[in-house]
């Protein structure tokens, strides 16, 4: 229960936050963000971390957004800094929000009024983590064979069927693991 | 092609949410019907190979590189709803589990990606091949599913600062108008739109044997 109440009043607070337009108030909301990020029961270095992560997700494309915007401003004698601040402490805010909130509540407990829903995600998510280091592997393994920077069409190629019939291949052998797994756990007889 | 949170206004946003849930319902409810307990472990697994292909970075000319999406693949592979609720689910993870991509966003990206680009690659493959060949078809139908899915987020962001402005005009959301977001977001997709249309090309013709073959 606790984890669907934090979860009610973190997409409140993402709506309220998306509503607020004045760049005090959300300088403000940043600086308690701030401050809770610090109060988490984490180590100082998973708590440098999530600011870390959070600027760098909005870095880009504030970056390619507002920094023009304002720039053209500045050549137009309009002045655009106002907007610049609103913008990207929004951006910041909301994307630091959610981080908190993923240390602070359960998403899977969270979403489990629907039982498939949240065995979907559970599955997925664990099997993804699986999947992207299998994937590194063939990075790996394609680079360190690839001579030079430049990539040949052939080679591509080859890497590509080799890639796409493995994944293929794994994706039904997983599926029918995971049926498997879950009729032996009686999960279809509830 | 992802947003982040704060550019998109909660007018737009909240009400996507409802019309993404709504596809999202009739897709599931879909599968359900067809798949009966197999359903969870289906969907699952072929959301991860989705997972994949949304991770490989296909070389073009020029020594570039650029990330394919693999939706035509799977929408051509498999039908556009079961594609849609496979994009949909990784892109659900990457912005709920990750805390990447953006939430607010999820909704525009889910329908403009997983929705659109399914479904525009399904419909585009089906006309193209009755005047075209099997491999051009292929490559277009990929190629117009990232091209109306960047267009589809160009027209939502667009619109924003001649609806979301202050009492002085300036704008409370995204800044740029139609002029400007339709070349800046269209131009930069018709090289990832190559990247794409290689893709479909590569994986459908990979795979469509062995799935005939296997049923």
């Known amino acids: 229960m606790k984890d669907k109440i934090l979860l009610f009043v973190y997409l409140s607070l993402l709506v309220l936050v998306s509503l607020v337009h004045s760049y005090e108030w959300l300088l403000g909301i940043l600086s308690l963000l701030c401050i809770t990020v610090f109060l988490l029961p984490l180590k100082k270095r998973e708590k440098v971390k999530i600011l870390k992560r959070s600027f760098f997700s909005v870095f880009f494309f504030g970056v390619l957004v507002s920094v023009p915007y304002t720039t053209v401003g500045l050549f137009i004698g309009d002045n655009r800094f106002d907007y610049f601040l609103m913008i990207n402490t929004r951006t910041l805010d909301l994307t630091l929000l959610t981080f908190v909130f993923l240390e602070v509540m359960n998403p899977f407990k969270a979403l489990d009024f629907s039982k498939n829903l949240s065995l979907l995600l559970v599955i997925t998510s664990s099997y993804a983590l699986v999947y992207n280091k299998v994937l590194k592997d063939f990075k790996d393994a394609f680079k360190s064979r690839s001579a030079g920077s430049r990539i040949r069409g052939e080679d591509f190629k080859h890497y590509l069927t080799r890639l796409v019939v493995y994944f293929f291949d794994k994706s039904k052998e997983t599926s029918e693991d995971i049926y498997i797994a879950m009729k032996s756990r009686g999960f279809y007889y509830d | ?215």
């Not at chain 2, 020029?62 to 079961?82: E, F, R």
């Open chain 2, 1 to 215: 092609m992802h947003i982040p949170d704060g550019f998109i206004a909660p007018q737009v946003y909240v009400p996507a949410y409802f019309l993404d849930g709504l596809f999202l319902i009739y897709a599931f409810r879909r599968f359900k019907k067809a798949m009966e307990e197999r359903m969870i472990p289906y969907i699952a697994s072929l959301s991860l190979f989705s997972f994949i292909l949304m991770s490989i970075a296909v070389p073009l000319p020029g020594g570039t590189s650029v990330h394919g999406l693999g939706i035509a693949s799977l929408s051509l592979l498999l039908g556009p709803w079961i594609a849609f609720i496979c994009v949909s689910l990784i892109l659900f993870l990457e912005a709920v589990i990750f805390g990447e991509g953006g939430i607010t966003t999820f909704p525009i990206n889910s329908i403009a990606m997983g929705f659109l680009g399914s479904f525009s690659a399904f419909y585009a493959y089906t006309m193209l091949k009755k005047f075209l060949s099997d491999k051009v078809s292929l490559f277009l139908a990929g190629f117009f599913s990232t091209l109306v899915s960047a267009f589809f987020m160009a027209l939502l962001l667009g619109i924003h600062p001649y609806i979301f402005k202050d009492a002085s005009g300036k704008p409370l959301y995204f800044p740029y108008g139609f002029s400007i977001v339709m070349p800046a977001l269209l131009l930069p997709h018709l090289v990832v739109s190559t990247g794409e249309g290689l893709l479909t090309y590569l994986v459908v013709r990979l795979l469509r044997g062995r799935i005939s073959h296997e049923g």
